[in-house]
């Protein structure tokens, strides 16, 4: 136990070292090349902290935000079940696998003028974009999860006379789990680079606000914007790999 945290404890150390190395070449490397081409962080630093203060990022990041998570919900609601059929079906996986296969390579950004076109630049067009760039990564996870669930289990389930929900609860779902989770945070880094690019494309919220910083003279409001965006995926994900542990005690040690 005492080894375990002196390792969590080092790596952390280690983690904080690599981040206050980074802010050290980012400082010198702006400066070099001057705050038209690269801001240097101090100035950027000092942006974030305008930004934050102004009334009308935060508001737009939430309200863009909220919009994305109906695209996601409906990425894993869709993605979850049609994964684990694939995964134990056969006719399933020889009917999907090549549409799968397909999309998964196709740049969403490629859609966009089509989405545009079915769906105008409104609410469902963002939800559509969103959708599209985070299915396809959660149907391949959970299918990955399934095909990998051991049959020796699901025998032995059976021999004890459990049922198709008990064999679900008691096998299926935590031989799943680790997957499920992977492919939620996968999904979700997917579903808000979606979300800032489809606003980009039609100038409003904070991809809109991230596309018209692109305008100004000095990179420092761009790059703030780039790193609140990073700050927002980096505590999205950790959100869902603390949610993970919380609901299911093993997903540590299987995700290990």
Same mark, same amino acid.
């Given at each position: 136990?005492?080894?375990a945290s002196a390792s969590r404890s080092a790596g952390r150390l ?17 400066r070099v090349a001057g705050p038209a081409r690269f801001a240097p ?69 490629? /859609?966009?003028? *089509?989405?545009? @076109? ?7 067009? &963002?939800?559509?974009?969103?959708? +599209? %760039? ?33 064999s679900f609860r008691m096998v299926h779902l935590p031989a799943l ?48 914007? /780039?790193?609140? *965006?990073?700050? @927002? ?7 869902? &790999?603390?949610?993970?542990?919380? +609901? %299911? ?8």
């Open positions: 136990m005492a080894e280690v983690s904080l070292a690599g981040i206050a190395i980074a802010l050290v070449v980012w400082e010198v490397a702006g962080f101090s100035a950027v630093a000092r942006e974030f902290v305008t930004v934050l203060g102004d009334g009308l990022t935060l508001p737009a990041l939430g309200m863009s935000l909220l919009q994305m998570l109906v695209g996601y919900g409906a990425g894993l609601a869709v993605g979850v079940p049609l994964g684990a059929l694939m995964g134990r079906q056969a006719w399933a996986d020889r009917a999907f696998q090549p549409w799968v296969s397909m999309m998964v390579v196709t740049s969403t950004a490629a /859609l966009v003028p *089509l989405l545009i @076109v079915l769906f105008g630049t409104g609410f469902w067009f &963002r939800t559509a974009v969103v959708f +599209l %760039a985070t299915v396809w990564y959660v149907v391949i996870t959970t299918y990955q999860g399934a095909r990998g669930i051991d049959p020796r289990y699901l025998g032995a389930a059976r021999s004890f006379g459990a049922g198709g929900w008990q789990f680790p997957y499920l989770m992977t492919g939620a945070r996968v999904g979700l880094v997917h579903a808000i680079r979606a979300m800032v690019m489809a606003e980009m494309y039609v100038l409003i919220g904070f991809g809109g606000r991230l596309q018209q910083t692109g305008l100004a003279i000095s990179t420092a409001p761009l790059l703030c914007y /780039l790193l609140l *965006l990073m700050l @927002v995926g980096v505590a999205a994900t950790g959100g869902l &790999r603390w949610l993970g542990g919380r +609901l %299911a005690p093993w997903y540590e040690e299987a995700r290990a």
